[in-house]
């Protein structure tokens, strides 16, 4: 199974700031996902990041508000920009495994955002 | 556009009998995969069991189970003798083409084991 970790692992920020989140796998993959988890809610896919191209954004999120970086086969970053309350959430990555029968989650980042 | 459906928020179960979690699906790809996954209160996403939409065989491993019918679209996780630790939250997804492809997820049901 794949190791995954994120930092950070929580934060507070003010409104109108910006955070980002550093996604770290432990072996290469080709795609990369982006998922947001609001208070009491399921998971929704912000976007999927493959490496060496624009990450492609579900409806909904938009690359001003949520850039992602991809510059190798084991790290992203997702920013979420100019923050406010309703981005309080758990952001997480996740990636492939050595199948395509399994999919990992990394630990998520559990902003609030003030 | 897929869509899981679980239909129940919460279940109370004494610990050490079997629980069923009901999850159905939708979804016009002929090739799939559907996941279980558990989230404790730390808030991480722990992979339980797979199972593939042409998968002739119910998928096991260890406790967990998917009672897998596709007729009925509906891919139940069956966790048996359950434990105190088995008390979170679990979320039933899809994905096309069996897998490495983003998830959908359904609501999740929050299951507490009483001891």
């Known amino acids: 199974s794949a190791v995954i970790s994120q930092k950070p692992s929580r934060d507070i920020c003010q409104r109108g700031t910006s955070l980002t989140i550093q996604c770290q796998v432990d072996s290469q993959v080709t795609m990369m996902f982006w998922y947001r988890q609001q208070p009491g809610q399921s998971l929704t896919l912000i976007a999927t990041a493959n490496q060496g191209s624009e990450a492609t954004y579900e409806s909904g999120f938009v690359i001003d508000k949520f850039p992602i970086s991809r510059p190798n086969l084991t790290f992203s970053t997702l920013t979420v920009s100019n923050m406010s309350p309703e981005d309080s959430s758990i952001y997480l990555c996740?990636?492939?495994?050595?199948?395509?029968?399994?999919?990992?989650f990394g630990p998520g980042t559990r902003l609030t955002v003030t | 556009a897929q869509k899981i459906t679980q239909t129940q928020p919460g279940m109370f179960v004494q610990e050490k009998e079997a629980v069923t979690l009901d999850c159905t699906y939708d979804?016009?790809?002929?090739?799939?995969?559907l996941f279980w996954y558990k989230q404790p209160s730390s808030g991480e996403m722990i992979f339980l069991i797979y199972q593939g939409s042409y998968d002739q065989q119910n998928a096991t491993e260890g406790r967990y189970s998917l009672n897998f019918q596709k007729a009925r679209k509906s891919a139940n996780l069956v966790i048996s003798a359950s434990q105190l630790g088995d008390s979170a939250m679990y979320f039933c997804a899809m994905s096309s083409n069996f897998g490495n492809e983003k998830l959908t997820f359904g609501t999740g049901t929050r299951l507490t084991i009483i001891p």
């Open positions: 996740s990636v492939e495994g050595t199948g395509p029968t399994e999919q990992y």
């Open positions: 979804t016009s790809d002929p090739s799939y995969g």
